[in-house]
């Protein structure tokens, strides 16, 4: 037996104390909360992290620098253009984006069966980007991630480089992402009663 699953009821206890505290917080995206009970539920299973996806805008001193960037609109849902002008209005230094990021969770498995069993799952429900995140003698993880992705520069310095049509036509894109990968989390959800043992 590995280390990962001699310590599974303890990691899974631990873990359920931090998502009720982010819970109480309200820092849980409340579109996934029904999936994150489901997965939670199974004997053999417990999240780590999660997003429902998203969309934002961003502000970066340089290209790549994540680190020191500042987020100036975050939406979990579907977006209007005035949502993100009103975003874009708070730009003044640095390269600006406008990133779509596809849902993902972290899934802790008790075993290599397990956590096969739900990266098949993950990957018939459309989450093609999923794998097995770390495997080492103290975790087991599984990362659920689709492919709903755009990063798109908009301007530097204060400067916008886009119209607000091409910025509408931006927009509609992302929302029609987003929509489809809230369809591919709710088909995990219908789906991921099969991991019951």
Known sequence: ????????????????????????????????????????????????????????????????????????????????????????????????????????LHVSAKTLEDAIKLLNLAIACGFKHSNIKSISHKKLVVEIRSTERMDVPLGRDGKLWVNERYLAKIVSMANLQLRRAKEKLRKLEDEIQKLKK
Not at 14 to 21: D, F, H, I, R, T
């Open 1 to 104: 037996m590995f280390l990962y699953e001699k310590n599974f009821d303890l990691q899974k206890k631990k873990a359920l104390e931090s998502l009720n505290e982010a819970l109480e917080k309200g820092l849980v995206d409340s579109d996934i909360l029904s999936l994150l009970n489901k997965i939670n539920s199974l004997e053999n299973y417990f999240t780590t992290s999660s997003c429902s996806g998203r969309i934002s805008i961003m502000q970066m001193p340089d290209l790549g620098d994540k680190l020191n960037a500042i987020w100036l609109g975050k939406w979990h849902s579907e977006v209007k253009i005035e949502e993100v002008l009103d975003a874009i209005n708070k730009h003044d230094e640095g390269m600006l984006w406008f990133i779509v990021h596809s849902p993902i």
